[in-house]
């Protein structure tokens, strides 16, 4: 890194930073147009937003339970937010996503917020997760019917040597903060 870098800002970028923006960029590789629904907007889920942001994705959707973090998910690129305590998000996440989001993210590790994920997923989507489950999962099998794709995903796939220099540059561009 370049030696004039704020050390103090840096030292996230190695875990909740990479995890969250790596997941989008590197894993799930969610492209320009596409729709991202985010589960947690604590350090890995707003990272992903960001990085969404940075990836063109148009329709971002950020869930979580506070208030104050669906507030700083906007600030950072999400283009609507869903309260994680309603009773109808995945009616009101088809709604945002037309039909279903073609990449979701969990960081919650709750295994009702991941099948929450999953059944707003459109068919063939792809929900990426990285908290790790706090109880056994079970996965609705008519979601593998409809192609949907459950990936665990490690410190975003990155390669940090590579990776968290690209982060910087977009950083230092504006393009990802
Ligand atoms: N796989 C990896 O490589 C990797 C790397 C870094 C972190 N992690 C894991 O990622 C997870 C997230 O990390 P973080 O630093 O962002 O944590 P965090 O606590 O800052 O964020 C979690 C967010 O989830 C929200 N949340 C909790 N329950 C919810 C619900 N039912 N509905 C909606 N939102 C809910 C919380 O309000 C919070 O904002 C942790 O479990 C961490 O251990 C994994």
């Known amino acids: 890194m370049d030696k004039d870098l704020p ?3 840096l030292g996230p970028l190695g875990c909740g930073v990479q995890t969250g923006a790596g997941s989008i960029l590197l894993a799930l590789q969610a492209g320009p147009g596409s729709s991202v629904v985010v589960f947690g907007a604590g350090g890995v889920g707003l990272s992903a937003i960001m990085a969404a942001r940075v990836a063109g994705a148009t ?3 950020a869930v979580d339970l506070h208030e104050n973090r669906l507030s700083l998910a906007r600030e950072l690129g999400a283009t609507a937010t869903v309260h994680g305590g309603d009773d ?3 009616a009101q996440l088809r709604g945002l996503t037309r039909g279903g989001a073609q990449y979701a993210l969990d960081t919650t590790g709750n295994p ?3 099948n929450t994920a999953i ?6 989507g792809t929900v990426g997760l990285v908290g790790a489950p706090s109880r056994p999962l079970t996965l609705p099998p008519s979601a593998l019917a ?3 794709n459950v990936r665990g995903i490690l410190e975003g796939d990155a390669v940090p040597q590579l990776f968290i220099p690209q982060l910087l540059e977009l950083w230092q561009q504006g393009r990802f903060s």
């Open 119 to 124: 059944d707003a997923l459109r068919p063939t």
């Open 88 to 90: 109808d998000i995945v």
């Open 59 to 61: 329709t971002i959707v």
């Open 146 to 148: 409809q192609g949907k």
């Open 7 to 9: 050390l103090e800002l």
């Open 112 to 114: 009702g917020v991941i």
